[in-house]
């Protein structure tokens, strides 16, 4: 079974703007036993079973419908937004998205796997929360909607990281 843990963010992750400004993120890491490009992981995280349910879930409540076929024109960079997010930034090892309404972060990394001689690779999932301002007092914050789903938030991350990482050690075994 795949392992999944919470981690430092990677110093250069796109993701780093958020841990300062009072709002929330989060990291996990799990390691695949081959190398995965990061086009290859981000197609496998948005067409997993589980990320396809919070996807109908968009479609349904927010009229963000998406498929699989853009999922993969967003790994390869040739789509800008995919169900409720559009592209903050990328490079080749990483994407961070932004939701519609500016409030979450959603982040993908691909890294090396551990030690000199290692053929596997890193997988990271984050995610950032920014405070919102309150409409009475004006201060910022993250509201007690958001203090009540973080657990449901945090197992939910590892799920879909988990999901991502079987698939594509699946793939790896089929390849054999």
């Given at each position: ?21 009072g709002?929330?993120?989060d ?17 496998a995280f948005y ?20 498929t699989d ?7 390869a ?5 995919f ?17 519609f ?52 938030h ?5 799920l ?15 390849q054999?």
């Open positions: 079974m795949t392992t999944i843990q919470a981690c430092a963010l990677p110093i250069d992750a796109l993701l780093s703007r958020y841990s300062r400004g709002g929330y993120v990291c996990y890491v799990t390691e695949v036993a081959r190398r995965v490009s990061h086009a290859e992981y981000v197609e067409t997993t079973a589980v990320f396809k349910a919070e996807r109908l879930l968009l479609s349904w409540f927010v009229s963000r419908p998406s076929l853009q999922a993969r024109e967003l790994a960079g040739e789509i800008s937004s169900a409720a997010w559009s592209v903050e930034a990328r490079s080749t090892d990483q994407v961070l998205l932004c939701d309404q500016g409030r979450t972060r959603s982040w993908l990394m691909c890294a090396r796997g551990k030690g000199n001689a290692s053929t596997g690779t890193l997988l990271y999932f984050g995610s950032a929360v920014v405070p919102a301002a309150s409409r009475r007092s004006g201060a910022s914050g993250m509201g007690v909607l958001f203090r009540g789903l973080l657990g449901f945090k197992l939910y991350s590892r879909l990281l988990r999901a991502a990482a079987s698939r594509l050690e699946r793939y790896s075994a089929t054999k």
